[in-house]
DNA sequence: CTTTTGTCTCAACACGTGTTGAGAAGATGA
DNA sequence: TCATCTTCTCAACACGTGTTGAGACAAAAG
């Protein structure tokens, strides 16, 4: 009955597949549907729906839906925030200019970027579940990048966080809510008008 | 069989209770409730136990749960964002720091204010269903309320729908994600951060 | 006392959810 | 051909949800 022979190394709870291009499928459609309607809006059905295949695959691809979820987050590549912290490095001249068109390239991007943020997004203000993730992501992945430049500057601290509040607004406002005077404009219109706004929360006067 | 002498005047189709002090309890249950879990995250059977009553007495007094969630937005009176509204009035100088003051006051003051609008925030954010009615909220109690100064001026509209999403971002970040930096600070402290950012964008540098 | 009316609870239904286990279809290797 | 492995579907379970109807309980009215 039993095989010593052949010893399996590690008989890991769920079988992880992923040799075909059904995974990826899967991952597009979740990331999509995640972006739309939030977590908890969001069906496995719906998504395996949107894969066009069954909901069970799904739970035998990913473990759950909250792994799913996770999984989806991860796909995103943990350095695309890291590219907001640059931006804060260099002169105070211009800050709030590279500070505003670096969110605005992330959030409002590639869609492979930006749909696992806005679902991350979603997730956190509805629900305040997932707020305590979107924190970290933030304080993080930002603050503690920017950690090494600012060591015990409150205030700056505040500013920065102010700044990164604001620009979420903005993003609500363009992605979520999708308020049309925002929508119309182009990247470059919006950071021409946001970009003093954020250097005047930025840099004291 | 039928009565004709005593002429029911409006036989409604749900018998509307409402005169001890439960249905008033009810309500205050559904409005923390939610605010702090959103809309689909609350359960009646949930605001039910905070109200200490059984879960079909809510349906009783209001229809169904979207009816409730209605009762519990009309609570606050509609007056509540005519205030932000006023604030635009006046001279240019020192309209950043009312419009910021004003609306912290209107969304991190009284609860029975506040926290319909958070639960709308959450719910408009949260699943992109109650967008539409979070947009008609600000877009015609804000914007309409100011269409009488700003006639045909897309660029002034634009600014004033900036500088609500990013006050609407500070809100998020100081009552939904509750970031330590902003939570901390007092009120008036905030202002002085947040209203020369809300200056630099609403008036023409 | 009996009846009615208002206030409230109990038990249940119908539905959608995440999740699971059994098994079919097809390719691969012995 | 037989066995095996991967990939995928079908049917079902357990649970929580909004919602409903019947009835308990008390107070007021007749």
């Known amino acids: 009955m039993v095989d010593f022979a052949q010893t399996e190394p590690q008989p890991l709870k769920k079988r992880r597949l992923?040799?075909?291009?059904?995974?990826?499928?899967?991952?597009?459609a979740a990331r999509t549907r995640f972006a739309?309607?939030?977590f908890s809006r969001s069906t496995i059905r719906g998504i395996a729906g949107?894969?066009?295949?069954?909901?069970?695959?799904?739970?035998?691809?990913?473990?759950?839906?909250?792994?799913?979820?996770?999984?989806v987050m991860d796909s995103s590549g943990p350095s695309t925030m890291s590219r907001i912290a640059e931006a804060?490095?260099?002169?105070a001249e211009g800050l709030g200019e590279r500070v505003t068109?670096?969110?605005?390239?992330?959030?409002?991007?590639?869609?492979?970027?930006?749909?696992?943020?806005?679902a991350l997004l979603r997730a956190a203000i509805g629900t305040q579940q997932a707020t305590v993730q979107l924190r970290e992501l933030i304080q993080k992945r930002v603050i503690d990048d920017l950690g090494a430049r600012l060591r015990d500057d409150p205030d700056m601290t505040t500013r920065i966080e102010l700044a990164c509040s604001m620009l979420v607004g903005v993003v609500v406002g363009l992605r979520l809510v999708e308020i049309d005077a925002l929508v119309r404009q182009e990247r470059e219109a919006l950071v021409a008008y946001v970009a003093p706004?954020?250097?005047?929360?930025l840099v004291r006067h």
């Open 88 to 91: 804060f490095d260099g002169p």
């Open 197 to 201: 706004s954020i250097q005047a929360v």
């Open 101 to 118: 068109r670096a969110f605005l390239e992330v959030w409002d991007g590639d869609p492979h970027i930006s749909e696992p943020l806005l």
């Open 36 to 38: 739309k309607d939030g």
């Open 50 to 71: 949107d894969a066009g295949v069954d909901a069970s695959l799904v739970m035998q691809y990913f473990g759950s839906k909250d792994e799913l979820f996770t999984a």
């Open 18 to 28: 992923g040799a075909g291009p059904t995974r990826k499928v899967i991952l597009d």
